[in-house]
């Protein structure tokens, strides 16, 4: 979260103020000059930051694991990382969890890609 907060920081630093001080020479409210001028110009950050946060989303391990005893109640919050550490490590099927594992990074890698396409084609 710190680091989603400096990109977003360092991009709200990036914006001129003459945008603004255009806009409200103009007349434009607040809500006016956040939905015209700077949500736009955050789109780039934005994007950058929800791929981060996705990968982050992904890759959780440790938070279930260690206050939720290793995927809470029953499998409520068990995610794909304890799924694969629970085959591979407690039940010793090195196979199927190394199987899982592939087909995780697969997934991953066809979602960032996606997402790579997307912030290209802002950019052509």
Do not use: N, W
């Not at 630093?13 to 434009?28: L, M, N, T």
């Amino acid at each position: 979260a710190p680091f989603c907060f400096l990109i977003f920081l360092a991009a709200i630093q990036a914006i001129p103020r003459v945008y603004y001080e255009a806009a409200s020479i103009d007349g434009a409210s607040g809500l006016k000059i956040f939905t015209k001028i700077t949500l736009p110009l955050l789109k780039y950050a934005i994007i950058t930051v929800a791929m981060f946060r996705l990968v982050d989303t992904l890759k959780i391990f440790e938070i279930p694991f260690i206050l939720l005893a290793g995927g809470g109640p029953g499998i409520a919050t068990e995610v794909q990382s304890i799924y694969i550490y629970k085959a591979g490590f407690r039940g010793f099927a090195l196979g199927e969890a190394s199987a899982y594992s592939m087909i995780f990074l697969i997934m991953i890698m066809v979602i960032m890609t996606m997402f790579v396409r997307r912030v290209r084609s802002y950019y052509a």
